[in-house]
């Protein structure tokens, strides 16, 4: 597959799912498996297009980072702390398991498809009950 177009998908798959209530961290890596763009390149790749997600949000809620509220501060520090310290304890095991698709040994779609799958049920099921 052309690399532009491999490039394209993952952009589009990036800007579908950062503002939806789904890992879009874990449809980037499903979607590069699909795709074949695995390699050390592409992962660079995925992280600079998140990087530019991050800075949207960031752009768009300017106003709110930008001006002193302490309150807000403080709770984003208590929440970094805590994962910046269990990142830095388990990093070799995060890597180890979280960053590709790992594949089923009953079938050839991958685990990370399976756990898509039983998360959207409920998901669709609140979002019917909100709906009545």
Request: hydrophobic fraction near 50%; include cysteine; proline fraction near 2%.
């Amino acid at each position: 597959m052309n690399e532009l177009l491999q490039a394209l998908i993952l952009g589009i798959v990036e800007g579908l799912t950062e503002f939806l209530p789904v890992s879009s961290t874990g449809h980037l890596i499903l979607a590069g498996e699909l795709i074949r763009a695995t390699s050390e390149r592409w992962d660079v790749f995925k992280v600079v297009i998140q990087t530019g997600a991050m800075l949207a949000v960031v752009w768009e809620y300017r106003a709110r980072f930008f001006r002193v509220d302490v309150r807000l501060y403080r709770n984003l520090v208590i929440a970094f702390i805590p994962a910046a310290v269990l990142g830095l304890l388990f990093s070799k095991a995060i890597k180890g398991h979280l960053f590709h698709a790992i594949r089923s040994r009953w079938r050839s779609s991958s685990a990370a498809w399976s756990s898509l799958r039983s998360s959207a049920a409920p998901c669709g099921r609140a979002s019917k009950a909100r709906a009545t």
